[in-house]
């Protein structure tokens, strides 16, 4: 026989008063309209809560590494370029705040092609059902020259395609990550999965060039890495090359006994993948440390962080 549910009754439920209950929310975080007046006053406006608050918080850890001359170092994918933020990054290396960047194959590529050319991204779709996806021949031949020149003076692949921009007459140069980088003579490191970038298909390809530039980069990153005790890491826009790098990276420092904890790692993506979650935002602080996911499309998040960072430095 099935058993039969009477409704239940709730005519004895206990409650209590509101003003005994602790909430998370309350009127002293909340937002207010801003109408007009400066960045500050509008970061002021924003409600103290969440990723607001997180936004607020990454802000101060970076201006905080940048008064006590900590490392800054902005891991990336190659989206943040392809939605306009060089500029935006340029400016932050040239001032001091970032101090090192690091980025997957696909960065030099629309790198490249922004100082050459003033335009990168082309349609997959099309491109692809034409045979013709990946082969602009300027951007193979330039860039392979470059790894090939710089690894046999014995640069890694940042180093050797920011100085081949800066050495070359391209019109837009001052666009470049990486030829500023090589500019201001920071770290610029490239890590390289072969097969997953376009100049990988070209003849001119070198694969012992490619992959000894990319080994010095990683034993380069990695010496940064050791340095980053109270110093910020930001993941921008990459889902799987620069999270798996950077744990890599914490590992082989921690090995080798360097102090590598109480630091502030922070990703930045408009969807929080799995790498992302536990080799940025999770595993490397464990040990001591604190981490934000700010969620949210790079092209409004980090002018966002930049803008309130360049406020809060006056």
Same mark, same amino acid.
């Given at each position: ?56 918080? $990454? ?48 960065c030099i590529v629309h790198d490249f092609e922004v100082s050459l050319a003033g335009c990168t991204s082309e349609d ?54 990486? @030829?500023?980088?090589s500019k201001l003579d920071i770290p610029a490191t490239v890590h390289v999965a072969i097969g997953a970038d376009i ?60 102090? $590598? ?45 930049? @803008? ?7």
């Open positions: 026989m099935k058993k039969r549910y009477p409704p239940l009754s709730f005519g004895k439920v206990k409650t209590r008063p509101l003003s005994g209950r602790k909430s998370k929310a309350s009127l002293e975080k909340f937002g207010s309209p801003f109408e007009k007046g400066s960045f500050s006053a509008f970061l002021k406006s924003m409600p103290d809560m969440l990723a607001a608050s997180d936004l607020r918080r $990454v802000a101060d850890a970076v201006v905080s590494a940048k008064k006590n001359r900590k490392p800054v170092v902005l891991g990336m994918g190659a989206h943040p370029i392809k939605v306009g933020l060089s500029p935006l990054i340029i400016s932050l290396m040239k001032k001091g705040v970032i101090t090192a960047v690091a980025m997957n194959g696909a997959v779709d099309a491109e692809l059902c034409k045979g013709t996806f990946g082969m602009a021949r300027e951007t193979g031949r330039e860039i392979n020259l470059a790894i090939k020149q710089g690894v046999k003076k014995g640069k890694g692949i940042g180093r050797a395609v920011g100085d081949h921009i800066l050495a070359r007459k391209f019109p837009h140069k001052d666009f470049s990550i990486l @030829a500023s980088a100049i990988h298909m070209h003849p001119s390809a070198d694969g012992a060039a490619i992959g000894e530039g990319s080994m010095r980069d990683f034993r380069l990153f990695s010496s940064v890495i050791a340095g980053l005790r109270g110093g910020v890491y930001i993941n921008l826009g990459s889902a799987v090359i620069m999270p798996e790098v950077f744990l890599k990276a914490i590992a082989v420092t921690r090995n080798l006994n360097h102090p $590598v904890k109480d630091f502030t790692t922070v990703n930045m993506d408009f969807i929080q993948h799995y790498r992302t979650r536990e080799n940025v935002v999770r595993r490397p602080v464990l040990s001591g440390g604190s981490s934000y996911a700010l969620t949210g499309h790079h092209e409004i998040m980090f002018p966002l962080l930049a @803008a309130a960072v360049m406020e809060k430095l006056g």
